[in-house]
């Protein structure tokens, strides 16, 4: 059975961090690039980060770059997004995404979707 989960949500205080786990099982992520994406209560779905499975490049949405990290251990099937001096607005429920393809993009269409794992920012 083919599955995405996502792990290491919960509730943290602004400037804190978190880092974001997603597993696959069913199959392997090497030829897979990975997105993040998150969606905060009446609003779209908004592209986070993404990895590519070709060269290890990587993609951050401008509201998240220099804070957010991703990375991926292929030898765990696990693709990992660290969230630093996380805010307040930062606050959603965070999806992983896997896309049979060599480059990412956060527009192109996805393959498979995790079930989310909430993340809330507050004091």
């Known amino acids: 059975q083919v599955q995405l989960v996502e792990s290491g949500g919960g509730l943290v205080q602004p400037g804190g961090s978190l880092r974001l786990s997603c597993a696959a099982s069913g199959f392997t992520l090497d030829y897979y690039a990975i997105g993040w994406f998150r969606q905060a209560p009446g609003k779209e779905r908004e592209g986070v980060s993404c990895?590519?499975?070709?060269?290890?490049?990587?993609y951050y949405a401008d509201s998240v770059k220099g804070r957010f990290t991703i990375s991926r251990d292929n030898a765990k099937n696990t693709v990992y997004l660290q969230m630093n001096s996380l805010k307040p607005e930062d606050t959603a429920v965070y999806y992983c995404?896997?896309?049979?393809?060599?480059?990412?993009?956060?527009?192109?269409?996805?393959?498979?979707w995790g079930q989310g794992t909430q993340v809330t920012v507050s004091s």
């Open positions: 990895i590519s499975s070709s060269d290890g490049s990587t």
């Open positions: 995404a896997a896309d049979l393809s060599p480059w990412c993009d956060l527009e192109y269409e996805y393959d498979y």
